[in-house]
């Protein structure tokens, strides 16, 4: 059944651009993000204005990502995380959630082979242990097979809540200072940063929310401290790389002051 729904996948012809090629004219490369945060929303409002099953939306949702993830890789980006699957997204109707859990296996089963040819480094953030035994053990395959990768870090965030991450991570520290090996006094920004689910990333530079709406649904919380936003109409469907192309010459123009002040400007 899930094969007729899913329908094929492996016909996708769009290779990793490279540095010359056309889509990449407009890039400055001195001024890239190096940490792309993306919420891939509006695969339900793109599947109806089809008149498509939401489920629809979230399959066009994969292609999209697919294509997302090679321009990332042909712009080398140091890290992009996705938004797959909140802590909230389990309110939805089972049947919803049960074909996103398909759809997630179905993409590591699929693509999980040509990331690593692409030296991707792939990671799942969020409670991992909530998720099926079953895709837990291609999780930790999948991470397992491109570990030693030196690519782009691809960071699947699912079952994932930026306040349930800090929540945790609290967790871990105060059991540590509870059993003594750690002073309350001696906690610091880096060991926070180091016990948070994206240890090992630099910080966020620019989050990406496509259809329309304007805020952070407890995306990183932490991370995107002093993250630039951009945000477009387009449903995620609909969202390509050119478009994404856009969103890294806009951030190229921008003037990042992380709470100081800009000294050609001021
Ligand atoms: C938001 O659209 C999207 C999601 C909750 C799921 C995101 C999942 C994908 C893009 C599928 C691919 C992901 C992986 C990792 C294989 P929505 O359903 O909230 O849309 P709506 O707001 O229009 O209803």
Redesign the pocket.
């Known amino acids: 059944m899930w094969n007729k729904v899913f329908g094929g996948g492996t016909e996708d012809t769009f290779e990793v651009p490279k540095k010359d090629s056309p889509l990449f004219d407009r890039i400055d490369w001195n001024r890239l993000p190096r940490h792309v945060a993306i919420?891939?929303?509006?695969?339900?409002?793109?599947?109806?204005g089809q008149g498509l099953l939401?489920s629809a939306?979230?399959?066009a949702?994969?292609k999209?990502?697919k294509h997302i993830l090679k321009t990332a890789v042909g712009l080398g980006l140091d890290a992009l995380t996705?938004?797959?699957?909140?802590t909230e997204?389990w309110k939805?109707p089972h049947a919803?959630v049960d074909f996103?859990m398909h759809?997630?296996s179905?993409?590591?089963t699929r693509?999980m082979q040509e990331m690593h040819e692409n030296n991707v480094q792939i990671h799942f953030l969020g409670r991992i242990d909530g998720l099926s035994e079953g895709l837990q053990h291609q999780v930790r395959e999948a991470e397992t097979l491109m570990r030693d990768n030196t690519g782009v870090k691809f960071n699947?965030a699912?079952n994932y809540g930026g306040q349930d991450e800090i929540l945790r991570m609290t967790q871990t520290l105060a059991k540590r200072a509870a059993s003594g090996q750690l002073r309350p006094e001696d906690i610091s920004e880096q060991m926070i940063e180091d016990t948070l689910d994206t240890h090992g990333n630099l910080p966020v530079d620019l989050v990406i929310r496509t259809?329309g709406?304007q805020r952070l649904s407890n995306f990183l919380l932490w991370q995107a401290a002093y993250a630039e936003f951009w945000f477009t109409d387009a449903?995620?469907?609909e969202f390509t790389p050119e478009r994404f192309v856009d969103a890294m010459v806009d951030f190229g123009k921008r003037d990042r002051r992380f709470g100081g002040l800009n000294e050609k400007k001021s």
């Not at 919420?39 to 109806?48: C, E, L, T, V």
């Open positions: 919420i891939m929303d509006g695969n339900g409002r793109w599947a109806k939401r939306g979230h399959t949702g994969v999209t990502l996705v938004y797959a699957f909140s997204n939805r919803e996103l759809l997630f179905e993409y590591l693509e699947i699912a259809s709406d449903n995620w469907p």
